[in-house]
């Protein structure tokens, strides 16, 4: 029987990639999306070029849901061995309308500021980012105990290293998943899980799509100004996220390898602005 992958947020750009290079590896991929429909196209994909694929609806804020998912999983590919949080993501209603504050911005309730953010914008995206990485982790890890060669992969971000403007909720929250990574690495380290996260800097996905580009296709402002701090001046493509990848679920290439986060990122987390 194949080795099982499980990757939560499969019908995303970037985690439907990483599906279709773990099963070019042989590994039967489990699924994991809200979105059925996203990841049953995905897994329809990866078994109509011969690959072992399988779409669940789960819900990652749902730990009896999970469970349910983890008996299919079980019953028609068998036990997983590497783990993929993907899920994630951010809210409108907790992001600002202005980058820094602006005189006046404590008693406007016209625009959204730092003042009055959404308290249910913020526990949704910390929902959804950690405890989306925890609650799968809970179900899942536990086939992994007693076996070899099992790691989890968490999916941060570069915003746990440098916070952007207007988005707080969710660089705080994959703080905190790059927090709870080296946490689970210790944790698990006898049991010979091995667990790190991946942060990728800038890519283009449905989530961020609309705040890229204007209605015409032209880069926003907003894109401008990540190129300009971006190094390699360009976005990354969901391949170029493929060495890493393959590199921290791989026991023989990363087998001492646990508790670290990789930036991907063409350079930002290393530029000053000058």
């Not at 809210?91 to 249910?120: M, Q, W, Y």
């Not at 980012?129 to 992994?144: E, I, R, S, Y």
């Not at 010979?192 to 015409?216: C, H, K, S, W, Y």
């Not at 907003?222 to 976005?235: C, S, V």
Request: hydrophobic share 45%; proline share 4%.
């Amino acid at each position: 029987m194949s080795h099982v992958v499980v990757i939560t947020g499969a019908g995303g750009v970037l985690c439907s990639a990483f599906a279709k290079t773990m099963a070019s590896q042989g590994y039967a991929v489990a699924l994991l999306d809200l979105n059925r429909d996203a990841a049953q196209a995905v897994a329809d994909e990866i078994n109509a070029s011969g690959g072992k694929a399988a779409a669940y609806k789960a819900n990652v804020l749902d730990k009896e849901n999970l469970e349910a998912v983890h008996e299919q999983v079980l019953k028609e590919l068998g036990k997983c061995r590497i783990l993929i949080n993907g899920a994630g993501g951010n809210s409108p209603k907790c992001t600002t309308t202005h980058e820094v504050f602006e005189a006046g911005d404590d008693t406007r309730a016209d625009i959204a500021t730092f003042f009055n953010l959404d308290k249910s914008g913020f526990n949704f995206v910390f929902d959804l980012n950690l405890m989306g990485t925890l609650l799968p982790t809970q179900v899942f890890a536990k086939d992994m105990l007693g076996e070899e060669g099992c790691s989890i992969l968490n999916i941060s971000s570069m915003n746990a290293f440098r916070p952007l403007t207007k988005i707080p909720a969710y660089s705080a929250a994959k703080a905190a998943v790059s927090n709870f990574t080296q946490w689970l690495a210790v944790h698990f380290a006898k049991q010979g899980i091995r667990v790190n996260a991946m942060a990728p800097g800038f890519f283009v996905t449905n989530q961020n799509r609309a705040l890229l580009f204007d209605e015409n296709g032209d880069p926003t402002p907003r894109t401008k100004k990540i190129l300009r701090a971006t190094p390699m001046g360009r976005f990354g493509e969901p391949e170029e996220l493929t060495g890493t990848l393959l590199w921290l679920t791989d026991s023989k290439a990363s087998g001492f390898v646990t508790g670290i986060v990789v930036p991907v990122d063409g350079g930002f987390s290393a530029y000053s602005g000058v």
